[in-house]
């Protein structure tokens, strides 16, 4: 499959700090990247789609201020936690897929703690 | 009604069984339906993707689609502790996006 890139695998920050999170794809062009929230023992949470060179869809209830998504290119996007709080606190994950495939291929995710 | 459900579990067989996943959706207009496997502390990965009635096999895994009925299954044949993980069930309901299923948590026993 698809290799996708999640940096960082893990980051503690302080309350009230902004958090950026980079998803890149290896070895093909991602047209469009979906970015998921999940707390414990919950299921993935879609949280935005992002298609490069344009602005992102947010989920309702997503505070698109809060959540910034920027896809500037066809292998990289990005998502800043702007201002967290500890509620904030999740297991992020960005996914991508091929333009003329279905499949989604993840990244590894990025387990952000806010104290 | 959700969209997509799957049972939680536990669902608990031995080393060697057969173990039998299960998953409905309510969209009937869904076309493409994968099954991830993600392990604790990590993000899903790919096992299984079927997009027309049938069955479909990979190794071990087979996945099984009945668009009339709605759901879509998924069977581990000799399952191994490695095997233990949540299974998650997608569906691509168009405009691109997957909405997933909760899990269901298996657990292989030796």
């Known amino acids: 499959g698809a290799v996708v890139s999640q940096h960082p695998s893990w980051v503690i920050c302080k309350s009230g700090t902004s958090v950026k999170i980079e998803c890149r794809s290896l070895?093909?062009?991602?047209?469009?990247m979906f970015w998921y929230r999940q707390f414990p023992k919950q299921s993935l949470m879609l949280m935005a789609t992002s298609n490069e060179g344009s602005k992102a869809t947010y989920e309702q209830g997503v505070e698109k201020d809060k959540f910034l998504i920027n896809h500037a290119s066809l292998t990289l996007s990005t998502l800043t936690v702007t201002s967290a709080h500890p509620e904030d606190s999740s297991f992020y994950i960005c996914s991508a897929r091929i333009a003329w495939s279905p499949e989604a291929f993840f990244g590894q995710g990025t387990r952000l703690t806010v104290v | 009604q959700k969209e997509v459900e799957q049972n939680s579990g536990p669902l608990s067989v031995p080393e060697g069984a057969i173990a039998s996943l299960n998953c409905t959706y309510s969209?009937?207009?869904?076309?493409?339906f994968f099954w991830y496997r993600q392990y604790s502390g990590k993000s899903p990965e790919l096992i299984m993707s079927i997009y027309s009635n049938g069955d479909k096999e990979d190794g071990r895994f087979t996945a099984q689609l009945n668009k009339a009925s709605q759901y879509v299954s998924l069977l581990i044949r000799d399952s191994q502790p490695s095997d233990s993980a949540t299974y998650l069930c997608a569906v691509n309901t168009g405009f691109q996006k997957l909405v997933f299923g909760t899990g269901t948590r298996l657990l292989v026993s030796p």
């Open positions: 070895d093909f062009q991602a047209t469009t």
């Open positions: 969209d009937r207009v869904s076309q493409s």
